[in-house]
Structure formats: structure tokens, C-alpha cells
């Protein structure tokens, strides 16, 4: 089991910053990646950015390259997302992932608004 627990959402203007974290917890040895998916009202979840615990490969959407970043500090077993230039279509439910063991792990889900 794995267990993970996201903050850092919130309001911010449009063109800020906000940076989310999560930790995890757990049979954290056997995750195979970590990644953040985000779900607006009335749209499907949709994947943000991952990470793979071997080598640090990412990846990300095409509508936030250039703008987020996803990294990961493996003493603190917490992965990161920094959002920058944020738009109001960033705006969305933030959601922690995890894979391990073949199985996907989520988190509780931090509301990030941008406002125009």
C-alpha cells in the first residue's frame, strides 16, 4: 500500500506561481512512478506530469510544457509540482499519483484556481 498526501493548492492571480507537494508513504520502494493528474468541472481527469523512479524521466502534457515543472526529492520521498505563467484553464482539482506493484495510487486532491 501507498500512501499519499498533497498540499500547496489555492488561489492565485493569472501569470503566478504555486507549487504543490506530495509525500508518500508506505511500500514507497515499490513505486515505479510518480505524477500529477488534475480534473476541471464537467471535463475528464487528465495527466499533468509524471516522473519515473528509475532514471527521472518525465512528462508532460503539451498544455503545460514549458510552464510546470516536476521534480522529486527522494530523501524526503515527496515529488513536486511548480506551476508558473498559471492560467484560468489550469484551474482544476490537482491530484497526487502513484504506481506500484501494478496497482494506482491516489491522493486526496488539492483545488487549484486561477483567476483572470
Known amino acids: 500500500q501507498v500512501q499519499l498526501v498533497e498540499s500547496g493548492g489555492g488561489l492565485v492571480q493569472a501569470g503566478g506561481s504555486l507549487r504543490l507537494s506530495c509525500a508518500a508513504s508506505?511500500?514507497?520502494?515499490?513505486?515505479?512512478?510518480m505524477g500529477w493528474y488534475r480534473q476541471a468541472p464537467g471535463k475528464q481527469r487528465e495527466l499533468v506530469a509524471n516522473i519515473l523512479s528509475s532514471g527521472g524521466s518525465t512528462n508532460y502534457a503539451d498544455s503545460v510544457k514549458g510552464r510546470f515543472t516536476i521534480s522529486r526529492d527522494n530523501t524526503k520521498n515527496t515529488v513536486y509540482l511548480q506551476m508558473t505563467s498559471l492560467k484560468p484553464e489550469d484551474t482544476a482539482v490537482y491530484y497526487c499519483h502513484a504506481r506500484a506493484w501494478f496497482q494506482n495510487y491516489w491522493g486526496q486532491g488539492t483545488q487549484v484556481t486561477v483567476s483572470s
Open positions: 508506505g511500500s514507497i520502494d515499490r513505486i515505479s512512478s
